[in-house]
């Protein structure tokens, strides 16, 4: 017999998608303060926020006529129609969290309004309705939930410990706070304030205060202009990554959500950065057109669609690379030593100024335009090298990184020519696109692996088998986008069999693949014959590597083409690339830092290992007790 269900039960089961665990009534009811335009917010849990989580906010409040309204299921003032949807920009719309949460706990709520004298308490247990009167409050709202899932002991049964959940909270006490700088945020776990945000719409300070300074001192700041949008944020040095994703904060129009799409620019435009198993420490926030969004996919509104992934994905990884392009992420001896950790307890003085962090970048751009890098001054060109000689000081430009994407000529020798191909001025393309000028000394070598470089007040050490693997990745990889690979014919040409769907694919990217240095046509109704294959450092590509492209693209649609030969690209840089212990002249490690900070970024190499490592006067004088 069909049996059309109660309200009682209809809330219980709609819960069961909202309200998760205690974290998620944490994210609602904050979700629904910001919404009311509240710029304090406090937040109370305890016992892993099963026997209380009280939220207390000073925003608009609720009329006093409305408050038992807001409690019935599908209840908003969100929106009017299903078109409101398309241009929303608030955090809540369904109007299912109050009735969720007071379905399976005691839920007691106070709430004023500022044009009225005297506010109201609701309280609702189970989802029925226990009483309500008028009490003095002060304006805006206070939630007070108990009990959680009381009345819902399966749900209650697979809840982790107290500790747990308690973590999970203050995990998104996080997020909410570095979604909404503007908002003062106190937040108490157990009656221990954990930490507490000043609300003075600074993001790196909001940061500061709830990871201390450590973390803060280690980020960039991004600022990426787009038509009808913007990306900005913060950008963890490679030295504060991370060994998950949980420190990966994406947010959209002032929401936090869960992004496959977003992880996979950052941690491409990541990649060479960071070491196998590492994940960045971000913060980013864009601001886009509601219509190219849709949020209405999931009821905890985590998960959302982008209307064109391409172009989003496109313009998170050319925020990130052109940022990293302008800054100088050389790490110190100490954040090579060790990984920050996050700071837990309250900021005593949530006005302390932070130390000045690197200039913003700001690169105007158009949606569907491939992004502007913006351009230094005062560069100096690299004047051609003399004969060194024992007594002479050894000058050239180092500091911070800006050279043009077409840059892809740098001269990369194979080993066995090592040392005609670093002493052989490399062919630039535009020596005006050089760094800052600022001047070097090449001090000497260690162990025959690594070079010790002054440069005025810092000593550099330079790791010449990571240093000249970065230039050779980076001299392929520019000349792969550019699509000026250089191709081989085949002594003998190779035949290779496809099935239909990989033949589609093979006839949809002839054009790329064509100017990629794989010359094939079809030979039979499921067979290809391959006449030209791509060389990399001078060996030609084996043929099955076509093979696999065309496999990549099948299981991603989306991925882009040199995302399939990248790690194949890496494998062979680092083989070919100059060892440790292979002995270099001073002349050759000249040459070597040169092409070095021609490039893009020159501070990893392709694993995310450092090429450079920085070592202050005042390092060295902490070691030696001077100071």
């Known amino acids: 017999m069909i049996r059309i269900l109660d309200t009682h039960t209809i809330n219980k089961i709609a819960a069961g998608e909202v309200i998760e665990r205690p974290a998620s009534v944490v994210k609602e009811l904050i979700e629904n303060s910001i919404d009311a335009k509240a710029t304090s917010i406090t937040v109370d849990v305890k016992n892993g926020g099963l026997d209380l989580i009280r939220i207390t906010d000073n925003g608009s409040g609720i009329k006093k006529d409305e408050m038992e309204t807001a409690f019935l299921r599908h209840a908003t003032s969100k929106i009017t129609s299903a078109e409101d949807l398309q241009t929303i920009l608030s955090l809540g719309f369904r109007g299912e969290a109050l009735a969720s949460i007071a379905s399976v706990s005691y839920l007691e709520m106070i709430s004023k ?8 308490k609701v309280v609702v247990e189970g989802g029925e309705f226990q009483n309500a009167q008028e009490i003095s409050a002060s304006d805006g709202t206070s939630i007070t939930m108990k009990n959680l899932f009381y009345n819902v002991p399966a749900r209650k049964a697979f809840l982790k410990s107290n500790s747990t959940e308690g ?15 503007n908002i003062s945020f106190k937040y108490f776990l157990n009656n221990k304030s954990i930490f507490q945000t000043s609300g003075s719409s600074n993001l790196q300070t909001t940061l500061f205060q709830i990871y201390g300074k450590n973390i803060a001192n280690q980020t960039l700041h991004l600022e990426y202009s787009f038509n009808n949008g913007s990306i900005t944020g913060l950008l963890g040095k490679p030295a504060i990554s991370r060994g998950n994703r949980n420190h990966e904060h994406f947010f959209i129009n002032g929401r936090y959500i869960k992004s496959k799409l977003l992880q996979e620019a950052t941690e491409q435009a990541y990649k060479t950065l960071t ?19 849709d949020i209405n996919v999931h009821p905890a509104k985590l998960e959302i669609r982008f209307k064109n992934i391409d172009v989003i994905y496109n313009l998170v990884y050319e925020s990130i690379t052109s940022t990293f392009n302008q800054q100088n992420i050389i790490p110190s001896i ?11 307890q309250v900021v005593q003085s949530v006005q302390m100024e932070l130390p000045e962090l690197q200039k913003k970048i700001v690169a105007p751009n158009k949606l569907f335009d491939i992004p502007v890098v913006p351009q230094i001054e005062d560069k100096k060109k690299i004047q051609p090298l003399e004969p060194l000689k024992e007594d002479k000081k050894y000058v050239k430009p180092f500091g911070s990184i800006q050279v043009a994407k077409e840059a892809a000529k740098i001269y990369c020798p194979d080993i ?22 600022i001047d070097y000394k090449v001090i000497g070598q260690l162990f025959d692996t690594y070079w010790l470089i002054q440069h005025y007040e810092m000593i550099l050490l330079m790791d010449q088998h990571a240093a000249h693997e970065r230039i050779m990745y980076e001299s392929y990889l520019s000349q792969f986008n550019s699509q000026t690979i250089h191709s081989q014919q085949l002594i003998t040409a190779q035949t290779l069999h496809f099935s239909s769907e990989e033949l589609c694919i093979l006839e949809e990217k002839k054009v790329l693949l064509h100017s990629l240095g794989f010359i094939y046509e079809q030979f039979g109704e499921n067979d290809i014959i391959i006449r030209e294959v791509p060389i990399i450092f001078n060996k030609p590509i084996p043929i099955d590597r076509l093979k696999y492209i065309i496999d990549s693209f099948i299981s991603q649609p989306n991925i882009k ?20 212990k292979d002995k270099l002249t001073a002349l050759e490690c000249q ?16 694993h995310g290992r450092p090429t450079l490592i920085s070592l202050t006067k005042k390092d060295i004088e902490k070691i030696f007790k001077r100071i």
């Open 561 to 580: 083409l040199y995302s399939t030969e990248e790690e194949y690209i890496i494998r062979i840089a680092c083989k070919n690339a100059i060892r440790g």
């Open 275 to 293: 070491m196998a198993g590492k994940y960045p420490f971000l913060v980013l926030h864009l601001n886009i057109d509601p219509t190219e969004v």
């Open 167 to 181: 973590a999970k909270i203050t995990d998104y006490m996080y997020k909410l706070a570095l979604a909404n700088p």
């Open 113 to 120: 309004i500022s044009s009225s004298i005297t506010g109201k």
């Open 416 to 437: 066995e020519k090592r040392s005609n191909a670093i002493t052989n001025e490399p062919s630039y393309p535009n020596k005006n696109k050089m760094v800052y000028g």
């Open 591 to 606: 040459k070597l830092i040169e092409q070095l900070l021609m490039l893009e970024n020159p501070y990893t190499c392709p």
């Open 334 to 344: 100490q954040e090579v030593k060790k990984e920050p950790k996050p700071k837990k």
